[in-house]
């Protein structure tokens, strides 16, 4: 399998790149404008932070632009969600407190800060190609 989609990693990275950042900025307009959904916009100045870390970090990630430090935002803003929201010493597995999605993009946003933007982006087009390691093959 390798060999087959190995040669497409580049572009199958820049796929999950803009996927995850596009439903990210989605969870944001969630908290900031209730939409997409029937809940009301949320409240409280650390969820309105949140939401704007969401959307605006969701969207940079997403286009490629400064996407690595868009990343280690949001890696960041996840791991204080799950350890604020989520975790309880009684209750501290993430598939039992509903902290299974916050554990999952602080690591997708942790690895995208380390990894760079890659094809498809802002930042590759800005420098005149790919970032070194995401759009590096493997020998």
């Known amino acids: 399998m390798d060999r087959y989609l190995g040669r497409y990693a580049p572009h199958l ?8 950042g596009l439903m990210f900025a989605l969870h944001g307009t969630q908290k900031l404008f209730g939409f997409p959904g029937s809940k009301p916009p949320a409240s409280g100045a650390l969820m309105m932070t949140g ?20 990343a280690f935002i949001a890696s960041g803003e996840m791991a204080v969600a799950f350890f604020k929201a989520h975790f309880t010493p009684d209750n501290p597995l993430p598939n039992l407190n509903q902290g299974e ?6 690591f997708l946003f942790l690895y995208i800060a380390a990894a760079g933007a890659g094809v498809w982006s802002i930042d590759a087009m800005r420098r005149g190609g790919v970032s070194a390691s995401a759009g590096a093959r493997r020998p």
Do not use: H, K, N, T
């Not at 990275?13 to 995850?20: K, N, Q, W």
């Not at 999605?101 to 602080?106: I, P």
């Open 51 to 70: 939401g704007v870390i969401e959307c605006v970090g969701g969207l940079l990630v997403a286009i490629g632009l400064f996407a690595s430090w868009a």
């Open 13 to 20: 990275y820049a796929i999950l790149r803009i996927v995850a």
């Open 101 to 106: 999605l916050a554990v999952v993009y602080c």
